[in-house]
């Protein structure tokens, strides 16, 4: 059982260039969201999606795009690449977003902006 | 504006030593708080879940507290291993999806 898959592990992008940062679950859980951790900070929610089909904004979307085509798979588009984008991405699902049920995270992957 | 506060920052502790972290939340309503382990360079993996009802779950040799009433929960590690190094993220759920995160303490076991 994989868990929470992401791909990269680490990247260097230059300004401007574009990427997407690939998440994949085997769990079959309906949510799953995106994350970003940045030194000495909280983890911050970018985009979230409650079901295939169905994405939504989070605390800092901007420069960011997501799709849920299938259960499984949540990728995170980032356009036009800048400098604050630096930071570490982590994707997490959940069977579901309240009561007792925990979050799953991946591994995470290391983004630095040029 | 929900807030979670953790202290302290970092700690260093020798192994076989105990160690308490404490957590403060301003989350309202208030629905869950969990503790995590994030080991460097890794995602942040589950130690425990209290929802309003409960004020103490243990995991092993870690074991979690919740007051409430004054919006406070402590981690205390018992027995520290060197393994135990690594940041600990205390997240309040408030009853929504909305996960508000510390910002983390760093604890560091030294032999």
């Known amino acids: 059982n994989a868990g929470v898959t992401q791909t990269p592990k680490f990247r260097i992008l230059k300004i401007g260039q574009s990427m997407t940062l690939q998440c994949t679950q085997d769990m079959n859980h309906n949510y799953m969201y995106w994350y970003r951790q940045d030194p000495g900070m909280g983890l911050k929610l970018i985009y979230y999606s409650v079901g295939a089909g169905i994405t939504d904004k989070g605390e800092v979307p901007n420069g960011y795009n997501v799709s849920r085509s299938t259960t499984e798979d949540f990728p995170l588009r980032l356009e036009l690449a800048a400098p604050s984008q630096t930071s570490v991405y982590f994707c997490?699902?959940?069977?579901?977003?309240?009561?007792?049920?925990?979050?799953?995270f991946g591994s995470g992957t290391r983004l630095t902006v040029v | 504006k929900n807030q979670v506060e953790q202290s302290p920052q970092s700690l260093i502790i020798l192994e076989g030593k105990n160690c308490t972290l404490q957590?403060?939340?301003?989350?309202?309503?208030?629905?869950?708080l969990r503790w995590y382990k994030q080991d460097t360079g890794r995602g942040p993996v589950s130690l425990t879940i209290m929802t309003f009802s409960e004020n103490t779950k243990s995991n092993g040799r870690y074991t979690a507290t919740l007051d409430a009433d004054t919006k406070q929960s402590s981690l205390h590690i018992t027995a520290s291993q060197l393994s135990d190094s690594a940041s600990y993220i205390c997240v309040v759920s408030a009853n929504d999806y909305k996960l508000s995160f510390g910002a983390g303490t760093t604890v560091t076991v030294r032999a």
């Open positions: 997490a699902s959940s069977y579901a977003d309240r009561g007792n049920y925990g979050y799953t």
């Open positions: 957590c403060n939340y301003t989350v309202s309503p208030f629905s869950n």
